[in-house]
């Protein structure tokens, strides 16, 4: 399977602790981007690497979220001290290219919930 | 942040109707739009990805047109069948991030 695939698929975790989920692009694609959705609304841009360049960071990103794309290949996206309303699905996607010009392939996501 | 509204938010039609979705963005800062599909359990998937003001793409059925000078674009399904069933997100590229409009869900009845 070449398709994006992140992991876990699901993850239920307490109040204050911290979460790691993991993004697998597509092999030949040097853009990646992680984007949260919550119910009734669109994907919502968190951040961008180009290769392993974090290029772009959302402004409405709080401080607990990092992100990492050691040697370019697969991201890592971690959230610390979790809150309740970071209970979301992630999504992560790679495009081919160096710019918004390409379509985006999307991995199937990971849901959090936050108790 | 960028202001983008699609409408209608949702939209139940009749399998074989054509049906047609807007997506309203700033025309300023435009680089690109692309739409996608987002069936239930499944990942978006990418249907177009347009740049220039008059542009028209076609895959199938589907179709879409887009005016960059009054910021909108309208995406076209001719004689829906039940697998177009779906959430439509468009999502307007200003150069360093994508803002995805929160959708229009279309509901196609047998």
């Given amino acids: 399977d070449t398709g994006v695939s992140q992991d876990p698929r699901h993850k239920i975790t307490k109040r204050g602790q911290n979460v790691t989920f993991r993004c697998d692009p597509i092999s030949e694609h040097n853009r990646l981007y992680w984007y949260r959705q919550t119910?009734?609304?669109?994907?919502?841009?968190?951040?961008?690497?180009?290769?392993?360049?974090?290029?772009?960071?959302?402004?409405?990103?709080?401080?607990?979220?990092?992100?990492?794309?050691?040697?370019?290949?697969?991201?890592?996206?971690?959230?610390?001290?979790t809150e309740q309303g970071d209970s979301a699905m992630y999504l992560c996607a790679s495009s081919l290219g160096l710019a918004g010009y390409y379509e985006q392939y999307f991995g199937p996501g990971t849901r959090l919930t936050v108790t | 942040i960028l202001n983008v509204e699609q409408s209608p938010q949702s939209l139940h039609v009749q399998e074989g109707d054509s049906t047609n979705f807007t997506c309203s963005f700033p025309s300023s800062n435009f680089y690109a739009l692309h739409w996608y599909r987002w069936e239930t359990a499944k990942s978006p998937e990418a249907l177009f990805v347009m740049t220039l003001?008059?542009?028209?793409?076609?895959?199938?059925?589907?179709?879409?047109?887009?005016?960059?000078?009054?910021?909108?674009?309208?995406?076209?399904?001719?004689?829906?069948?039940?697998?177009?069933?779906?959430?439509?997100?468009?999502?307007?590229?200003?150069?360093?991030?994508?803002?995805?409009?929160?959708?229009?869900?279309?509901?196609?009845?047998?």
């Fill in chain 1, 39 to 81: 119910l009734g609304q669109g994907p919502e841009f968190l951040t961008y690497f180009q290769n392993e360049a974090q290029l772009e960071k959302s402004r409405l990103l709080s401080d607990r979220f990092s992100a990492e794309r050691p040697k370019g290949s697969f991201s890592t996206l971690e959230i610390q001290r």
């Fill in chain 2, 53 to 110: 003001n008059g542009d028209e793409k076609k895959k199938g059925r589907i179709s879409a047109t887009l005016n960059t000078k009054e910021g909108y674009s309208y995406l076209y399904i001719k004689g829906s069948q039940p697998e177009d069933s779906a959430t439509y997100l468009c999502a307007p590229y200003t150069g360093n991030q994508f803002y995805f409009g929160t959708g229009t869900s279309l509901t196609v009845i047998p």
